[in-house]
């Protein structure tokens, strides 16, 4: 079983030239497109004007790379002629790999700087996922000093729940009251702690006050739960 999982087939590489020039994910995804098309071509599965079909599934299962991502990192290998779309289908695509290999080897100056300008263009999902995660790093950073390891992980898991919700919003300040009214409540119990923290996180509660009145009026069937795993899918059927 654990060879099966550490097998080839179950990773992914990329050109580090393709990756410095284009960007990690667009190096990775060319990597899934080329063999997906050398594939193509060696079944005879191209169809008449030399496009092979993608299933952008098999490309999200093999890199984590979504249905949008992928599309928007079509723009830019549309706009260098690396890749051609069928007008009328997305999925309908071919690899131009001369032009490919032409940019990797900086054959053609006027292409390469045309690649360089559009990959140093981010797109608007990237900033945003950019500015949420130093956002995030902040925030984080306001309780490094808590200890045990545990219960720092446990505020960072908060910290990223609440950031990753719609029109989620923490401050620093925010943090310090959590954690003060966190620890009035417990009293240097551990254990209480992790729960509260639990119940913050699977619950995506900002507010201190909230995480220990569910705390206590469910108190009897939180302490019936072994493990932390299983307290955490538990507090998802929940209802406060």
């Known amino acids: 079983m654990f060879l099966d999982l550490m097998a080839t087939d179950n990773q992914i590489s990329c050109n580090v030239k393709a990756a ?15 063999n997906i098309y050398a594939k193509a071509i060696a079944k005879g599965k191209l169809d008449k004007n030399g496009y092979f079909r993608l299933k952008r599934s098999y490309i999200t299962d093999r890199t984590t790379l979504s249905v949008y991502r992928q599309l928007e990192l079509d723009f830019n290998l549309l706009n260098t002629e690396i890749i051609e779309r069928d007008p009328t289908d997305q999925d309908l695509m071919k690899v131009d790999i001369e032009m490919y290999a032409s940019i990797l080897t900086n054959s ?10 559009l990959a140093s263009k981010k797109s608007k999902s990237e900033k945003d996922a950019e500015k949420k ?22 505020y960072c898991s908060w910290i990223d729940t609440i950031c990753e919700k719609p029109g989620g919003f923490l ?70």
Do not use: C, M
């Open 20 to 34: 410095r020039l284009l960007g990690l994910d667009t190096a990775i995804y060319l990597n899934e497109l080329i």
């Open 171 to 240: 401050s620093k300040g925010a943090i310090k009251i959590f954690e003060d009214t966190i620890n009035n409540y417990t009293k240097g119990d551990l254990d209480v702690a992790l729960d509260l923290l639990a119940i913050a996180t699977v619950k995506a509660y900002k507010d201190p006050t909230w995480v220990i009145n569910f705390y206590e009026r469910n108190k009897p069937q939180l302490r019936t739960t072994q493990s932390r795993e299983q307290k955490n899918i538990e507090l998802s059927g929940i209802s406060y």
């Open 133 to 154: 995660q130093a956002i995030s790093d902040a925030l984080k950073a306001s309780v490094a000093h808590i200890t045990p390891l545990e219960l720092r992980n446990a």
């Open 108 to 117: 053609n100056e006027d292409i390469t700087k045309k690649v360089e300008k």
